[in-house]
């Protein structure tokens, strides 16, 4: 079994580590960051924990004054190391409020667990089939700061998955608590019309993704008009190509949403833009 990183000790990830009043298990009382490794460097880092911090700040979570970029990196990318996975590796980087209580915290402060597993995706793979997509209405998600950041309670996205078996998609669209389209469930979603891109705004709902920001960025240096916005259901299907991105997969290409199917010519050189180390 491979070993986790629990608050600075390597542990063996198959045994029990919690007791019944961690505040995770109890609450969702903690945030998550999905994070890529690719030969020994750790991608996006500086984002995802700019992105961290943030959500610590929301969340009224002190996350301590030795836990600055570095400190994450040494964690990661050893841990990496002790489980043989340096070279491609998927790390979920978790933290929690320490201690017990119920509604109110009876102390404050952090714990964070790392874990590091070997992963088989290529980053944008120029090769891989696109999505077929549905729309899942069962559940909107708020429009509030928690949207912006990933939280340890994920429910909206467990039953978005599950509907997405249901339906045998490879994705399901979540729509906002207005009806409008808010992101995917592991991706935040763009669309491509008359060669600019539109996305959902920040203040739509949607997860402040780092692999978003990124992208953002990197089109508007390369000259292609990118607006973010409100965005309905009927914009997806009126559009001329679809994509998701999220940083396990990068960008993914969007074949079919519903009934609706769609080409992927803009996208496919979208694929060859490839992420910083940091």
Known sequence: MALINYNGELLDGSQPLFQIGNRAFRYGDGLFESIRVMNGEVMMLE???????????????????????????????????????????????????????????????????????????????????????????EIEKPINELGKVKTANGLIYVLAGIAREQYGMDDMIILNDAGRVAEAISSNIFMVKDSGIITPSLEEGCVAGVTRGWLIEKMVNEGIFVEETKVSIDDIYSADEVFVSNAICGIRKVSRVGDTEFSSEFVQGLLGLKPENE
């Open 47 to 137: 984002r995802h924990i700019t992105r961290l911090e943030k959500g610590l700040a929301v969340l009224k979570i002190a996350i301590g004054h030795t836990k600055d970029l570095n400190f994450w990196k040494e964690q990661i990318l050893n841990l990496c190391e002790q489980n043989a996975c340096l070279d491609n590796a998927r790390i979920r980087l978790t933290v929690f409020r320490k201690g017990g209580g119920y509604y109110i915290p009876k102390e404050g402060g952090m714990c964070y667990l790392v874990e590091a597993n070997p992963n088989t995706t290529v980053f944008s793979d120029k090769e891989a089939l696109g999505l077929s997509v549905g729309v899942f209405n």
